[in-house]
Nanobody, 115 residues
Framework: QVQLVESGGGLVQAGGSLRLSCAAS????????MGWYRQVPGKERDLVAI???????NYADSVKGRFTISRDNGKNTVYLQMNSLKPEDTAVYYC?????????WGQGTQVTVSS
């Protein structure tokens, strides 16, 4: 059973930065892709950024140029560096790991950006 543990969320002022971490219990080489999603109450969970096993990345238009996803294979960890944060980035951020047969989710970490 794969476990994903997120950390790094918190309260930050608009324009500030946070770095989220997602530590996997197993080797992240086994995942086709890992990504970050976010969700606000009453809305669907949306993709923020994704990184494939080959290192290709993709971002939601709303975070392009501000967020960067990266991975450290030695530490089995994926990061989301968030800069120039805006109040509309406030959400619960979830880590996701995708295999051909199953999708794993972390428990989520709250990010709150004050104006």
């Amino acid at each position: 059973q794969v476990q994903l543990v997120e950390s790094g969320g918190g309260l930050v002022q608009a324009g500030g930065s946070l770095r989220l971490s997602c530590a996997a219990s197993g080797s992240i080489f086994s995942f086709n892709a890992m990504g970050w999603y976010r969700q606000v109450p009453g809305k669907e969970r949306d993709l923020v950024a994704i990184i494939t096993s080959s290192g290709s990345t993709n971002y939601a238009d709303s975070v392009k140029g501000r967020f960067t996803i990266s991975r450290d294979n030695g530490k089995n960890t994926v990061y989301l560096q968030m800069n120039s944060l805006k109040p509309e980035d406030t959400a619960v951020y979830y880590c996701n790991a995708l295999t051909p047969h199953i999708s794993y989710w972390g428990q989520g970490t709250q990010v709150t950006v004050s104006s």
